[in-house]
């Protein structure tokens, strides 16, 4: 099963699951751009960088969710996820393969140095966030 399948069948229901795109003030953004690709030259931009998912409530992004294929490992998109999490200042990060789900919690100056990293049965809902 690709990314995208995987998405559809696995990911979307779970995030509907939470309550994320259901609960009043929560929605969902897919295919978040994060930055429109560098300058190539030509009016030719590179690939942009995205999110596969960032989850809002009530206009504050609260996590970001990187999507990887049924076969590919867990935490195959946590690197991602991470940064993505660092450029947007989000301080929960998600990485799936549909299978299972891997959360981090990104370090902040008044936390610990390394973000506590662990695998979930679930996704939070907005107010666990």
């Known amino acids: 099963m690709n990314e995208a399948e995987t998405r559809a069948k696995h990911m979307d229901p779970a995030l509907r699951a939470a309550g994320w795109g259901v609960v009043e003030g929560s929605r969902i953004r897919r295919e978040y751009v994060i930055s429109p ?9 590179g ?3 995205c999110a596969d998912y960032i989850l809002e409530y009530r206009n504050t992004k609260l996590a970001v969710v990187e999507a990887e294929a049924w076969d590919v490992p867990l935490t195959e998109g946590v690197a991602r996820a991470k940064n993505y999490a660092e450029k947007l200042a989000i301080r929960y990060t998600y990485a799936t393969n549909g299978q299972a789900i891997y959360q981090v919690d990104m370090p902040h100056p008044s936390h610990c140095s390394y973000p506590p990293e662990v695998e979930v049965p679930t996704f939070p809902s907005s107010d666990q966030l």
């Open 47 to 49: 690939k942009p960088l």
């Open 37 to 45: 690709g560098r300058i190539q030259g030509k009016f030719r931009r």
